[in-house]
């Protein structure tokens, strides 16, 4: 056998980095990629922030054009769904009646955003995750005034200062959290983003759950809050998470659990591999799986998968590689830009090590993130890249706090 086919199922970040890998490093087979969006391979971190403020067109998301990905050798099969897997037979089925035979198979098809109940088909509550989403959302706040965000993630303070910075709408966020974005920085930094989206002229509703939806001739026209306030809002924008994309898999056998598990390798079954936010990873060590949503992470694991696939394929198991990245997550709020290298969520302690508010809304943060005991997340604020780097390079192998802060000062100390 010459190589076969290789199937990749999604057509985003995580899939096309697989696609073109698998041809780097001397893929001859036929290579098949599956999305069931109708769109050429786009950038979604966009969406929330130059494209919903109309500064960006569409035309500036392509990742590749058609002619790039048919160089590249690739059959792309764009506006089908995989709705079946059979592991052993090594199948797909598709949506459109096809099949797919292969020898090695990519899962790639990533998350979608979750809805809220009762909320589904009302005139005017979107969520945000593709292309079309944001072509809705845009269409339904030309002629809107007010906007409520449900969820103060990334995703939902993105959007909050896209148009809180345009001044076009009146925005009012609604969410559960202590401050902004507490699950993912956590409250110290929270606090200090919240401070700058209230001053941006953004309401904050924060440690309030939803009760319900009003609706006006079949329009949403308020959120009603479990201690009674109502918000006005003729536009709700639901942003409490997503959910991963992996039902076309039931009945396949494949370890699926707030997506697909797979072994350091990336590897879910013998010639199937996963790549990007759906894929829930352990780690060599073992312990509990981890699944990142970041823009970087979908293009680091598949590549990595992709090469682990081949290797498994050509019969050189040995040469596979763990995949180990330290994760990398920016997002952009008026003029700031946090971004942070590894891993943040579930800290049990937030150490600020640089702090600067003296520009009321350019302020600048350092922070480490203690993860059972040991340091291994670091987040910047207008942190200088240089610094950011070096900062990073401390988190590479988790240490106690004790030692990575005396060098973060250190290094922090070149801020002047
Ligand atoms: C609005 C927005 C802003 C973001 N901003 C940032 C940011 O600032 N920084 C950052 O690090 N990350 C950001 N992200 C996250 C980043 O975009 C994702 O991590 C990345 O897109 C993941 O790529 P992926 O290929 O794994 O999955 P996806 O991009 O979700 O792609 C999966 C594809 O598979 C398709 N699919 C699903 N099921 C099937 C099926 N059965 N058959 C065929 N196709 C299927 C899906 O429709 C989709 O096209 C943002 C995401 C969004 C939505």
Redesign the pocket.
């Known amino acids: 056998m010459k190589d076969g086919t290789i199937a990749v199922?999604?057509?985003?970040?995580?899939?096309i980095s697989a696609a073109e890998t698998l041809r780097a490093e001397g893929f001859g087979g036929s290579l098949v990629v599956?999305?069931?969006?109708p769109h050429l391979p786009y950038e979604?971190?966009p969406?929330?922030k130059q494209v919903l403020t109309g500064e960006w067109g569409e035309d500036r998301l392509a990742m590749r054009d058609a002619e790039a990905l048919a160089r590249c050798g690739i059959d792309m099969r764009l506006g089908?769904?995989?709705?079946g897997l059979d592991v052993g037979a090594r199948r797909l089925t598709l949506d459109d009646g096809g099949r797919v035979e292969f020898d090695g198979l990519l899962i790639?098809?990533?998350?979608r955003s979750r809805t809220l109940t009762g909320a589904e088909g009302l005139s005017g509550v979107h969520t945000?995750?593709t292309l079309d989403d944001v072509t809705a959302l845009r269409e339904r706040l030309s002629t809107r005034e007010t906007l409520a965000v449900i969820g103060s993630g990334?995703?939902g303070m993105?959007v909050a200062a896209s148009l809180a910075q345009s001044a076009s709408h009146e925005v009012s966020v609604v969410t559960d959290e202590t401050t902004p974005m507490e699950r993912v920085f956590g409250a110290e930094v929270g606090r200090v983003l919240g401070g700058i989206h209230q001053r941006m002229g953004v309401t904050l509703h924060t440690g309030q759950t939803v009760a319900g939806l009003e609706r006006t001739a079949g329009e949403a026209s308020a959120i009603r809050l479990a201690d009674g306030t109502k918000i006005l809002a003729d536009t709700v924008l639901v942003a409490i998470g997503s959910a991963p994309?992996t039902e076309?898999l039931d009945g396949s056998g494949l370890p699926v659990r707030d997506g697909v598990e797979c072994d350091a390798y990336c590897a879910a079954a013998p010639r199937v591999y996963v790549?990007?936010?759906?894929a829930n990873r352990r780690s060599a060590t073992g312990g509990r799986g981890v699944r990142m949503?970041?823009?970087?992470?979908?293009t680091e694991q598949g590549a990595a998968a992709a090469r682990n696939l081949l290797s498994e394929i050509r019969g050189t198991n040995g040469s596979r590689a763990v995949y180990t990245p330290v994760p990398y997550?920016?997002?952009?709020q008026y003029a700031l830009k946090p971004q942070a290298h590894g891993i943040l969520r579930g800290a049990e302690r937030v150490e600020i090590v640089y702090q600067d508010l003296g520009s009321a809304d350019r302020p600048r943060v350092a922070a480490l993130y203690v993860c059972r005991g040991l340091v291994t997340g670091v987040l910047g604020i207008r942190i200088p890249p240089r610094i950011l780097r070096a900062l990073r390079e401390l988190i590479v192998v988790p240490k106690p706090l004790g030692a990575v802060r005396s060098q973060a000062d250190y290094v922090l100390s070149a801020m002047g």
Not at 9 to 15: E, K, L, Q
């Open positions: 199922v999604g057509a985003s970040a995580a899939g599956i999305g069931d969006e979604r971190p969406l929330s089908v769904r995989a709705t790639a098809t990533g998350v945000l995750r990334p995703l993105e994309n076309w790549a990007g936010d759906v949503e970041h823009r970087m992470n979908a997550f920016w997002s952009d």
